[in-house]
């Protein structure tokens, strides 16, 4: 499984993708990280598609991460009497909490939540914003609104209310019950829909307990006006642009996911670029060169992982997204322009010596043309110091904790092993040699930068620099 790239690729699970061969096709063809949506699929799904993944794990010989992808609060509308109703502009149209089937003159809308946080010249988008209403007035069960632009409402379609903050949490009942399950699974990273504060990241990590690693989903305009809190709570983002696309105007998102990969760089946080980024692979076997160039501009960006979501989970052709996928990423980081942008979108180093000795290692690599950086750790942290320089050569992570491994193949530039903690000098040096040429990263006659923490096996102590010779 190693890859000639730094650029992550992460597949989402589903029908298409569910069998032993389909699995190994995708590790085969590129994907590094498997994410499960809990939005769909029964407990019994995901449990078959963990056993299968930890089966490959271990034939690959190659840590796999698998992430949980929770569903959060899905507000949706109720149901209606006599099916679809169209609704045109200028219309009146209530909202109310009776339950009772709608109609073309009142809408159930079972949320008392909305009912709560609505304002007089608020917006509602409905069914993905194709339907919006102006909210003129209301109370605590009614919301009186007009229709701006007309359409079609149905059954349980989804509603939006950009810029207003809900007395939510994100963490249904579903949502706790399907990260228990998921925890007792041994799922790797837990990703948390429509953050819209950091306290809501700060809420699962008390339940995760350290089990996984923890992913905020930034999809609300809201989580944008907490953006540095929420990484600095989070263990990494998602730039989930879907509703984020919805709750905004089109033309602000590409400066948004510009601003959240810098601001994830700077912080040291693991991103990923989720969402139609390869939206006509679902039913065509190749994507629009817009798609491509959506893709690419998110590796240009600086992005640790790229994400397709029904491409792989439910398209005709999951395996050829993926192998796209891989070769635009490749086709990227082989442009000249790639490297300026990474080195010239490096921060300084804070002035702590693990960032001193992360940034010594990325420019003796560089000047020596070091086959790779190898890091020795047991959080991770001295790892995501290193891909956070963004160096020119792979980052061979070297932990005695398997969960670790794990999670690190989500990161930039990282090619995870399992070993032992080094005993001493000698023995560092030793199994960095040994592992970097087993997994291909190193020939003889090459260099190794090599980077750990004294004592051994003291977290975040990283204080040591160290030149190997491949023998």
């Known amino acids: 499984m190693h890859r000639d790239r730094f650029t992550k690729i992460v597949a989402t699970l589903g029908p298409a993708t569910s069998s032993p061969e389909r699995l190994r096709a995708l590790i085969d063809a590129g994907t590094d990280v498997f994410r499960l949506n809990f939005s769909h699929g029964t407990h019994e799904d995901h449990k078959q598609r963990v056993a299968l993944l930890r089966a490959l794990e271990k034939e690959y010989k190659h840590p796999i991460a698998i992430l949980m992808d929770l569903q959060g609060p899905k507000l949706r509308l109720g149901t209606f009497a006599k099916g679809p109703v169209e609704v045109r502009n200028g219309q009146k149209l209530r909202f109310d909490l009776d339950k009772a089937p709608g109609t073309d003159k009142r809408v159930p809308l079972p949320h008392p939540e909305i009912f709560a946080a609505a304002k007089p010249g608020g917006v509602l988008l409905i069914d993905d914003g194709k339907v919006r209403l102006r909210i003129v007035a209301h109370d605590t069960k009614t919301m009186d609104t007009v229709v701006e632009v007309g359409g079609m409402l149905s059954d349980r379609k989804g509603v939006n209310l950009p ?3 809900l007395p939510v949490s ?3 009942p579903k949502d706790r019950k399907d990260l228990d399950y998921g925890l007792s699974l041994g799922v790797d990273w837990v990703a948390l829909s429509f953050v819209q504060h950091a306290h809501d990241i700060a ?14 989903k930034l999809e609300k305009p809201q989580a944008i006006e907490h953006l540095d809190e929420i990484i600095e709570q989070s263990d990494g983002i998602m730039v989930a642009r879907g509703d984020l696309g919805v709750e905004m105007p089109p033309e602000a998102v590409p400066p948004l996911q510009k601003r959240i990969l810098a601001a994830c760089r700077v912080l040291g946080r693991p991103a990923i670029v989720a969402t139609q980024m390869l939206e006509s692979m679902v039913h065509s076997p190749t994507p629009t060169r817009a798609e491509a160039s959506d893709v690419a501009t998110a590796v240009y960006d600086g992005a640790d992982a790229v994400m397709l979501s029904a491409e792989s989970a439910s398209g005709d052709y999951p395996i050829e997204a993926v192998t796209i996928m891989d070769r635009i990423l490749k086709s990227v980081e082989g442009d000249p322009l790639y490297r300026k942008l990474m080195d010239a979108s490096r921060r300084e180093p804070e002035a702590t010596t693990a960032d001193a ?11 020596l043309g070091a086959a790779a950086i190898v890091t020795y750790t047991n959080t991770g942290s001295t790892t995501l110091r290193a891909a956070r320089e963004r160096p020119d050569v792979r980052i061979l992570c070297l932990t005695p904790n398997l969960h670790t491994a794990r999670r690190m193949t989500l990161t930039w530039g990282v090619h995870a092993a399992q070993t032992e903690d080094a005993h001493n000098f000698a023995d560092m040096v030793q199994k960095a040699v040994r592992i970097a ?20 096996g003291t977290p975040g102590a990283t204080n040591i620099l ?5 023998t």
Do not use: D, W, Y
């Open 357 to 367: 000795i992360s940034a010594a290692a990325r420019q003796c690599a560089h000047t």
């Open 437 to 456: 040429r087993k997994e291909g990263l190193a020939r003889q006659g090459e260099r190794l930068v090599i980077t750990a923490g004294v004592p051994f």
């Open 163 to 165: 810029n207003l903050v």
């Open 203 to 216: 809420e699962l990590k008390k339940l995760v307990g350290g089990r996984a690693a923890v992913m905020a």
């Open 170 to 172: 994100p963490m249904t």
């Open 466 to 470: 160290r030149i190997a010779h491949v």
